[in-house]
């Protein structure tokens, strides 16, 4: 069958991630198109990664017959305004993670995505990380007996772009950008359960400078079999990326860091090029990645979202995976601000951005 034809929204860090996953697979896809408003920045992309039609307008994207996919890098502020156009247009969607700020957004991108007969697709690719995908097979065979209690952390030094930072761009701080992984994470390794409630504890420790965003939080899920997700999200930890999980059972437990515990613990007094995401330094010791975008799983989500559009595979990750994550961040910034769990299902309307609901925790009523 044809490679599925793919037009990037976005043209700096996740674009590039997504660019490199599609020239990985080169069997089931390639890039056709980019887009992205910053004058230059687009034709750029366009050069380093080989792709022929380059657009400063989106909606020239879309209108690109050419392009049967797209791939959402653009701020999450515009998630679902770009995911609505592209239904409208006729493309298939895979949107970055989080899906979008609000859940009324959450249900209109479904909506707009099911009328319009395409699909939406959410790119959490630790699903698709090698190493976690090996933990949850152990789990699923039952190697740790009954899992209790699974936990993942992502934590660095903070974002790379402005937006991050301004809550109304973002959405929220560490917990928007990092903690949805966590979330998606442990409801998919425990079985797509559903969530009963949702606990957060969220702070500005060090960044209050330069947000009104939480830069550290500890957030916990109980879902309806009573087996608990911990999920540590920081914006306050240098020395490069740190995404790892920890498993429990009663009858055994793994452990998995998925960068450091797979790089070249490496000594160098002069330094040298790239050690990994987020990393100050290259001198002394570090911890250098190699196969960064393998082992984080990104060509394996591409293909299987590639797979998916030729109906070859059913989605693992779709709209609706991104709404499980909406509404527990909504509970859990509204947990935060009012100092207590939150049950589920929880869909206070009205919101502007989940980050309200810690700040100004009367948003939160139904
Ligand atoms: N899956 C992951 O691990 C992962 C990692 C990083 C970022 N992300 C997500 O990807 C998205 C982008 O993050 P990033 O780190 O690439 O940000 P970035 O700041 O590096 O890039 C954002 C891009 O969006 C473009 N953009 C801004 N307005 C636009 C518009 N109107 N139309 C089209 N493009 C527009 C910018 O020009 C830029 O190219 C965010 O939602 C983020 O949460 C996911």
Redesign the pocket.
Known sequence: MSKVRVGI???????D?IAGAVKAIPEEAELVAV????KG?AAAFAKRHGVPNAYTD?QDLLRDPQVELISI????R??AQITIDAAKAGKHVVC???LCITLEEADAMIDACKAAGVLLLY?E?LFFAPKYVKAKQMADEGAFGRVHLVKQGEKHSGP??S?FWDVAQSGGGAVM?LGCHGIAFCWWFLGKLKVKSVYSQMATQVHRDRTQGEDEAITIIEFENGAVGMIESSWNRPGGMDDSIEVFGDKGQTYADMLMGNALPTYSEVGFGYAVEKAATTKGWTYPVFEEHWN?GFPQEMRHFARCVRGKEQPISDGETGRVVQEVLYAAYASAGQGRKVMLPFYPKGVTKPIDLWRMPDRASP
């Open positions: 929204v976005g043209s700096r860090f996740q674009a991630c887009a992205s408003p910053t920045n989106y890098t653009a701020p999450n515009l998630h970055e993670k989080p790119a690719e790379h772009s937006w950008d984080y």
